[in-house]
């Protein structure tokens, strides 16, 4: 059985290398070795969407074998017209434009509380680098991303950069992804970056 070993290469790297393993392969079935959890939750991702199911195998907390095996099911991703008014949020920073610090982080705020009333929300909101703090450390936000995640705007933050932060453990709303997959929807949708 094949094995890519990807350990000591940075988020998104193991994920493109097993995409185009995948693609130009063909492979049934092959491991990919990770050092750390996150990776192997961005394989289980791709995985899925490439029509593999995962097994990950724990050997210590910097050694994990991530097997893929084909199913067959592979997941459609969702086609975005170039007329469609789709669009997603991306907020890379914890302030909204360039002033006071702290005036700055108020507007960011009020900005995404404004998202709430839209008539139109966003498909997606997602969160890199500073961003990251949103929704793992700002109450008041926390409950407007809520109260957007319970009417299906789906939620999204950097594992790579909540783990520079130290806010892996902390993110409070959404889901953990990976800059392959960041790079993906901001290529699909229209952006919308305060």
């Known amino acids: ?23 130009d392969e063909k492979e049934k079935e092959f491991t990919v070795l990770v050092d750390n959890l996150i990776a192997t939750e961005n394989l289980s991702k791709l ?6 199911i995962t097994k990950v195998k724990e050997n210590s907390k910097t050694d994990f074998e991530v097997l893929f095996t084909q199913n067959g099911e592979k997941k459609e991703s969702k086609k975005v017209s170039e007329s469609s008014d789709a669009y ?6 914890d302030m909204m434009g360039v002033g006071d ?7 960011l705020g009020g900005f995404i509380y404004a998202l709430t009333e839209q008539n139109h929300l966003p ?17 008041d936000s926390i409950k407007d991303l809520k109260f957007l995640e319970e009417r299906g705007v789906e939620i999204f933050s950097c ?5 520079q932060y130290g ?22 949708y229209r952006v919308v970056k305060p």
């Open 1 to 23: 059985m094949k094995i890519i070993d990807a350990r000591g290469i940075p988020c998104p790297k193991p994920v493109i290398m097993s995409k185009k393993f995948i693609e």
């Open 47 to 52: 995985a899925e969407q490439m029509g593999y």
């Open 88 to 93: 997603i949020v991306v907020i890379s920073s």
């Open 101 to 107: 610090e702290d005036f700055s982080k108020k507007l």
């Open 123 to 139: 498909e997606k909101i997602i969160f890199y680098n500073k961003g990251v703090y949103i929704p793992a450390t700002w109450e």
């Open 159 to 163: 594992g790579l950069c909540a783990g």
């Open 167 to 188: 806010l892996k453990e902390k993110i409070q709303v959404g889901t953990i992804t990976n800059m392959y997959e960041i790079a993906r929807l901001m290529a699909t």
